[in-house]
Nanobody, 123 residues
Framework: VQLQASGGGLVQAGGSLRLSCAAS????????MGWYRQAPGKERELVAR???????DYGVTVKGRFTISRDNAKNTLYLQMNSLQPEDTAVYYC??????????????????WGQGTQVTVSS
């Protein structure tokens, strides 16, 4: 499984960006897909996640401003980011969790990561 993230860039505070994450194909055994971010000197944190049965979770700091969605026909995950603030500046990574890896079903989760896309919000 390969994940290709895109859509990052430089935006002023209050602006919007839409990130996309294209999977190389349908992910067998998909548990969830999500977006994480990592700012310099900080740990990677959850931004938003959507499970295969349709549930969504958001990080506290982005709830109400960001919206995660999936287009299953295109194997693509999106993150609409509105009302961006300088503290949203980070590298954003897409993630997929699967219970199927190397041709084997497993009780353990296998994580796949995209390459990251930089989001910079200026004040």
């Amino acid at each position: 499984v390969q994940l290709q993230a895109s859509g990052g860039g430089l935006v002023q505070a209050g602006g919007s960006l839409r990130l996309s994450c294209a999977a190389s194909g349908r992910i067998v055994g998909l548990i969830d897909m999500g977006w994480y971010r990592q700012a310099p000197g900080k740990e990677r944190e959850l931004v938003a996640r959507t499970t295969d049965d349709g549930r969504t979770d958001y990080g506290v700091t982005v709830k109400g401003r960001f919206t995660i969605s999936r287009d299953n026909a295109k194997n693509t995950l999106y993150l609409q980011m509105n009302s961006l603030q300088p503290e949203d500046t980070a590298v954003y990574y897409c993630n997929a969790g699967s219970s199927f890896s190397g041709g084997i079903w497993s009780n353990e989760r296998t994580d796949y990561w995209g390459q990251g896309t930089q989001v910079t919000v200026s004040s």
